[in-house]
T-cell receptor, first 108, second 117 residues
């Protein structure tokens, strides 16, 4: 299977805390993307990091990429209850291959 | 702005009937659209790539006669689940890439929850 693995599968934190999710993939990549999915909804693109980048920021999001380890991490700082969702990493170009996802629950 | 619109958002049908799901690109043209399937608390699995004016490309293990895809225009792709059975119950999501401004990320529809009784 080409599908990547994410951990943890589920993460429960309090508002204000940081949330870190990890993604491992299997093949060489040109870029890696992170998506968010609210329950029963479509996916929203969060951030893209290219294979020649090691770290990227967007607002409260910080993504790192280690191509030698074929892994990436997504850090959400100062989490809010509205951040509660599932988060997926994805690789590929035309055909995206999604990781298994992390279900994040942020409690008020 | 560019949006992918998917309808219906939820459908309940009887076993043996067929269900059609529509995926439209709004404010852009999509020569290629993608159909994904997602089971509860699981990841998205690509089912097929829909190509405007030609046959869809199905992923291994996906029955093309079961999941009929039609991409007759540059703004509309449809997925028809034929003779639906309870095991076809799932969340179906379509996506497309809008090249002008988002050439490296996909736009996703809001998904269709199919429940087959």
């Amino acid at each position: 299977s080409q599908q990547g693995e994410e951990d943890p599968q589920a993460l429960s934190i309090q508002e204000g805390e940081n949330a870190t999710m990890n993604c491992s993939y299997k093949t060489s990549i040109n870029n890696l993307q992170w998506y968010r999915q609210n329950s029963g909804r479509g996916l929203v693109h969060l951030i893209l990091i290219r294979s020649n980048e090691r770290e990227k920021h967007s607002g409260r999001l910080r993504v790192t990429l280690d191509t030698s380890k074929k892994s990436s991490s997504l850090l959400i700082t100062a989490s809010r209850a509205a951040d509660t969702a599932s988060y997926f990493c994805a690789t590929g170009f035309q055909k995206l291959v999604f990781g298994t996802g992390t279900r994040l629950l942020v409690s008020p | 702005g560019a949006v992918v619109s998917q309808h219906p958002s939820r459908v309940i049908c009887k076993s043996g009937t067929s269900v059609k799901i529509e995926c439209r690109s709004l404010d852009f043209q999509a020569t290629t659209m993608f159909w994904y399937r997602q089971f509860p608390k699981q990841s998205l699995m690509l089912m097929a790539t829909s190509n405007e004016g030609s046959k869809a490309t199905y992923e291994q293990g996906v029955e093309k006669d079961k999941f009929l895809i039609n991409h007759a225009s540059l703004t509309l792709s449809t997925l028809t689940v034929t003779s639906a059975h309870p095991e076809d119950s799932s969340f179906y999501i379509c996506s497309a890439r809008e090249w002008a401004t988002t050439n490296e990320k996909l736009l996703f529809g809001s998904g269709t929850q199919l429940s087959v009784l």
